[in-house]
């Protein structure tokens, strides 16, 4: 998807993927509820609602904002799983100026889940020990 989630990218439109995406939406959004198999199938009400929600990564990021040793700080988190990802929390995200980040250094730009850039980092991490544990 390009930023703002209006329409898919064009590598996914020229390769046959745009129809097979589902739009992008707020994390927070509510889907819609279980359906009646799913309901059935785990005893939970009918009703239960089914959240957008967030990478894993993504969502330690917005736990961390709400501290208030970080809120309105610069700080960077650093989320450790499958993937290691390393992201930074400008003091001001409108301030920063992504035409400023050193291409040499090879700086990925994630968005947080309000769809603010995020600089960040990532090493597949626990990855590489899942991959060469598949293999013992």
């Given at each position: ?24 939406r ?15 199938a ?26 208030p ?68």
């Amino acid at each position: 998807m390009v930023a703002g989630g209006k329409s898919p990218s064009s590598i996914a439109r020229r390769l046959g993927w745009a129809d097979r995406l589902a739009s992008m939406r707020p994390a927070g959004d509510i889907l819609g509820t279980l359906k009646p198999e799913w309901a059935a199938a785990t005893g939970l009400s009918k009703d239960t609602r089914v959240y957008c929600g967030a990478h894993d990564s993504n969502a330690a990021l917005h736990a961390v904002r709400a501290y208030p040793i970080v809120t309105g700080r610069e700080a960077t988190v650093i989320s450790t799983g499958t993937w290691f990802v390393a992201m930074r929390l400008p003091s001001d995200a409108a301030a920063l100026d992504l035409h400023e980040l050193p291409e040499s250094r090879d700086c990925l730009v994630n968005v947080d889940i309000a769809g603010r850039p995020v600089p960040s980092g990532a090493s597949w991490g626990a990855g590489n020990w899942i991959n060469s544990a598949a293999w013992i």
